[in-house]
Every structure is written in structure tokens, then in C-alpha cells.
């Protein structure tokens, strides 16, 4: 039953130091996709510029310090794609890759949180990625999307819905633009594993005791097209190692 994690690390640097080897040695993923990896292979520790027992391909942004993704895997993997169809990827947000079968698409979508402008380069990223992520949706082969999107997609995935309307990433039309993704035809797994419930949150600001008082965000998805969500077993949400390693929990999907 292959585990698929998908976590952003926020610094895959200071993750490292943080604990991230002892949780993959405990809890042995076979592919981990990680986002904000904020680092190139050559500022890594040695050990992980090409970590033993993983296969692994790299995509950071061209700008030092800053986003960028990176899928590992137990099996070879086939690099498949980055980036948006026809599209550079100077931020490093896009990385497809096959293993064991199945299509891999790692992502991680610009925040707007800064401002007026990076909501603006948010909004025409996501008008971009709606048609590109419904062309994997109809594929036959067995397709994950995984990441931070940067959207918590309703009131079960905030904590506090009504002091965030205004606010980049639970905007209205944002959560209709989540809606309008799904409807091209991914499960949102994490829900439907879960249910009508509030959270489970991955995603915790520093501010206010959030993490203590678990007051979060569930921003980090893992979506299935139908040939991989009638696959999928059970998902899980690490919160402690959201605490410790990361401000992100890392989210596993097992699946046949």
C-alpha cells in the first residue's frame, strides 16, 4: 500500500534541522512531495543532495530562498513536466513525475497574502491552472494533485470563517474557483475521509497562539482524478509534526 505525503516544509533547510529525518525515518513514506522547499540541491546538506533510498528531482525557483518544489520517491520516477503548459516556471510551482504507475503532479499556488499585486499574480495563476488541471483530471491513468493551494476551501476548513472573508485565501470567489476545480472531476480525498467536520487544519499561523489552541487552515490537499481516488485507502494528518518540523502538517494518502 504506497504512502503518498505531500507537505510544505516552509525551508527544507531549517526543516532538516527541525526533525524532518527522523519523521521520514518513522513514518517511511514511499513518495514525499514537498513544497517551499526555499533552497537549490548544491545549499543542501550533502546527505541530501542526493539522499540514500530516494529518488528525487528537484525544482526550485530561480530566486534564491524563495518557493520551489521536489518530489521523492522510493521507485525511479519519470519527469514528466514543470511548470504550466507552455509556461516557464521561474517560481517553481509545478512538478510532475510518474512512479509505480501512477502521475504525480506536486503544487504549490502563489499566496496573495502580501498585497494587492501577488493577489493579482494569485488570481491570473489560478484562471491559467483551472484548464490544465482539468486535462489531468480526464486522464485514465491514476493521477494525484498534491499541495499548498493556498485556498481553504469552506467554513469546515478555517477556523474562524467570518474573520476571514476578506482576507486572500478564503475569499468568495476563491472558494468558487475550488469549487469549479473539483467539479472538472478531482476528489478532494482529505474531505471526503474526514467529512462534515471542522478541520482537521495544515496550517497554523505563528500569531495568537494558533498552533496551541489549534486555530487553523486546511490549505494543503490532496486531489484525485476518479482512476486513483477509487485507490485511496485512508488519509492522515500529522498536526504534531506541524508544530516542530514545519508552520505545515504533512498529509498522507495510502492507496492499492
Not at 514537498?34 to 526550485?60: D, K, M, Y
Not at 494528518?237 to 508544530?243: E, L, P
Amino acid at each position: 500500500m504506497p504512502a503518498i505525503t505531500t507537505w510544505n516544509v516552509n525551508g527544507l533547510r531549517a526543516a532538516l534541522r527541525k526533525g524532518l529525518p527522523d519523521w521520514l525515518e518513522e513514518n517511511a513514506p514511499d513518495v514525499l512531495m514537498l513544497q517551499e522547499i526555499r533552497s537549490l540541491p548544491e545549499q543542501l546538506p550533502a546527505e541530501w543532495r542526493e539522499p540514500a533510498g530516494w529518488h528525487v528531482t528537484w525544482h526550485p525557483a530561480e530566486k534564491k530562498g524563495y518557493s520551489g518544489v521536489a518530489t521523492l520517491t522510493r521507485e525511479p520516477q519519470e519527469v514528466l513536466a514543470t511548470g504550466l503548459p507552455g509556461e516557464d516556471d521561474p517560481e517553481g510551482r509545478v512538478l510532475q513525475v510518474r512512479s509505480r504507475g501512477i502521475r504525480l503532479v506536486n503544487v504549490y499556488l502563489p499566496s496573495g497574502s502580501s498585497g494587492d499585486e501577488r493577489q493579482a499574480v494569485k488570481e491570473a495563476w489560478m484562471e491559467r491552472f483551472l484548464p490544465f488541471a482539468a486535462e489531468l483530471a480526464a486522464l485514465d491513468e491514476p493521477v494525484i494533485l498534491v499541495g499548498d493551494l493556498n485556498i481553504a476551501h469552506t467554513e469546515n476548513d478555517i477556523w474562524n470563517p467570518t474573520g476571514n472573508k476578506k482576507n486572500s485565501g478564503f475569499l468568495p470567489h476563491e472558494r468558487e474557483w475550488f469549487t469549479s476545480l473539483l467539479q472538472t472531476g478531482w476528489s478532494d480525498v482529505y474531505r471526503d475521509h474526514f467529512g462534515d467536520v471542522k478541520g482537521p487544519y495544515s496550517w497554523w499561523s505563528n500569531r495568537g497562539q494558533a498552533r496551541a489552541k489549534d486555530r487553523g487552515w486546511r490549505i494543503d490537499y490532496a486531489l484525485c482524478n476518479a482512476a486513483m481516488a477509487a485507490r485511496v485507502q485512508e488519509v492522515a494528518v500529522d498536526r504534531q509534526a506541524g508544530i516542530t518540523v514545519s508552520d505545515h502538517a504533512p498529509v498522507t494518502v495510502r492507496a492499492t
